[in-house]
């Protein structure tokens, strides 16, 4: 069996490299020529722990190959599993123009039976068009399935959760497109659940934006923290450790960020709404997000009261650790607003500074970009943490007091602990945590 993996974005890329890791013959296609190069050369398109390894050892036992001729690849494979991205619309729908235009081409070549598999997050309902759309476009009366295995892979550990599933999601609606995902997913026979399409598709959005939730919620337990003398932390154990609710997305912050919960949460809200039930939930959690950002700067105008030329220290702009993606990151409005008031910006992230780069420039005296955390706080006036990069939990306290012009931190991931910090002469800001 062969296999086909449409669009080398993070899904795409770690899938590939995945589906060859279990022994499958893959072909990764994109009609992006230049990263089909890039990658062919031996380069890898984004960071992310462990996938250029796991890239490179499969392309050289001969498992993974990577094409942009998009027809041809269609025709010589077996599975195909659409990895396209479907970005975000004004109405906060997901865009499915590079679903459809996959789907057209796999129907213009059709050669043997193939079965199609969704693996980009798609709104329920995706597989009847994408079935329509083939039976519009096939050439001749071959046939095909359609089924979903949403992915459930965190940027930063993506390669780990491909590896190491706690599921997998198959829907399907014949016998022939379940055993042939069965198949490919053998190793995890025990953590596979089968289910029809439209359910495996909600699964998705339904985990991402339940995830959201949680987030949120702690966040508004933070600002009632904030008003008392609770510790979110300490909410956040006592919560977690009740088996029912858990302990993981209990941490207050500035927000969630990245290229799926805040595109996700929306996008099942517009779901939700065009069948007519009422989504106001999911609504006020992405308000809650939203408002971490405000509630953020204000904790930095409490500090420091005019900004206008104030030396700030940004440390982390990656939507969150081990990742240089910067999309959705909660940094981009902090910086944008920042810059607005008037500041001076020394800026440092391990991973993400060329992406940051590219939305605010290098402009002298106002947008520095240092090498790094001691550069970036050398004269600051106030020091802010945006990501929780473990290389910040471990900075020398002491160095970082010398090298400030006032000692101000305000930390939006509580990553310091404020009974250390504070009796260095800091004056520290966190989040939920008087
Ligand atoms: C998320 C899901 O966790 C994956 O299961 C899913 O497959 C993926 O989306 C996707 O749909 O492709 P990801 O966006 O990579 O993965 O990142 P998460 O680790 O879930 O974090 C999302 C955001 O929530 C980050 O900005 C993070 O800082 C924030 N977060 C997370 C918190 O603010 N508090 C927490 O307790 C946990």
């Not at 062919?40 to 984004?46: E, M």
């Not at 517009?270 to 006020?284: Q, Y």
């Not at 004269?379 to 400030?404: H, P, Q």
């Not at 101000?408 to 800091?426: A, H, M, T």
């Amino acid at each position: 069996m062969k296999i086909g993996v449409i669009g080398t974005g993070y899904v795409g890329l770690v899938t590939a490299a995945g589906l060859a890791e279990l022994g499958h013959r893959v072909i990764g296609v994109d009609k992006d020529e230049a990263k089909i190069q890039k990658i062919n050369s031996g380069g890898v398109p984004i960071y992310e722990p462990g996938l250029e390894e796991l890239l490179r050892a499969n392309m050289k036992r001969g498992k993974l190959s990577f094409s942009q001729d998009v027809a041809a690849s269609i025709r010589e494979v077996d599975v195909i599993f659409v990895c396209v991205g479907t970005p975000q619309l004004d109405d906060g729908s997901a865009d499915m123009c590079q679903i459809e235009e996959v789907s057209r081409q796999i129907a213009e070549n059709l050669s043997r039976y193939k079965l199609v598999v969704e693996k980009s997050t798609v709104p329920v309902k995706t597989s009847h068009w994408i079935k329509r759309t083939m039976n519009l476009y096939r050439k001749s009366e071959v046939e095909f399935d359609i089924a979903s295995n949403p992915e459930f892979l965190r940027e930063g550990s993506a390669v780990s959760d491909f590896l190491n599933p706690d599921r997998i999601i198959i829907g399907v609606e014949t016998d022939r497109a379940k055993d042939i995902l069965l198949e490919i997913y053998q190793k995890y026979r025990d953590r596979i659940i089968v289910t029809n399409i439209d359910t495996a598709e909600l699964i998705k959005h339904a985990s991402n934006s339940f995830l959201a939730l949680k987030i949120s919620y702690i966040n508004l337990m933070a600002n009632i923290c904030e008003r008392t003398e609770a510790n979110v932390e300490q909410v956040a154990v006592g919560m977690g450790l009740d088996p029912r609710i858990g302990p993981r997305f209990l941490k207050a912050g500035i927000g969630y960020g990245g290229s799926c919960f805040p595109k996700d949460i929306k996008a099942l809200v517009k779901i939700g709404e065009d069948l007519g039930v009422d989504m106001s939930l999911l609504k006020e959690a992405d308000r809650i997000n939203f408002d971490r950002v405000r509630i953020f700067l204000d904790k930095v105008k409490q500090a420091l009261w005019i900004l206008k030329d104030k030396n700030i220290a940004v440390l982390g702009l990656a939507f969150k650790p081990e990742t240089d993606d910067i999309r959705e990151a909660p940094s981009i409005r902090i910086i944008r607003e920042l810059l607005r008031e008037g500041a001076r910006l020394r800026l440092y992230d391990p991973k993400a500074m060329d992406n940051m780069k590219g939305l605010y420039p290098e402009e002298p005296g106002r947008t520095t970009y240092v090498a790094s955390a001691y550069e970036a706080i050398k004269g600051a006036n106030a020091l802010l943490l945006l990501t929780e990069w473990e290389e910040f939990a471990s900075l020398d306290l002491s160095r970082v007091k010398s090298l400030m012009a006032n000692p101000i931190i305000v930390d939006g991931r509580n990553i310091f602990d404020p009974e250390k910090v504070r009796p260095l002469g800091f004056e520290y800001y966190s989040i939920g945590r008087r």
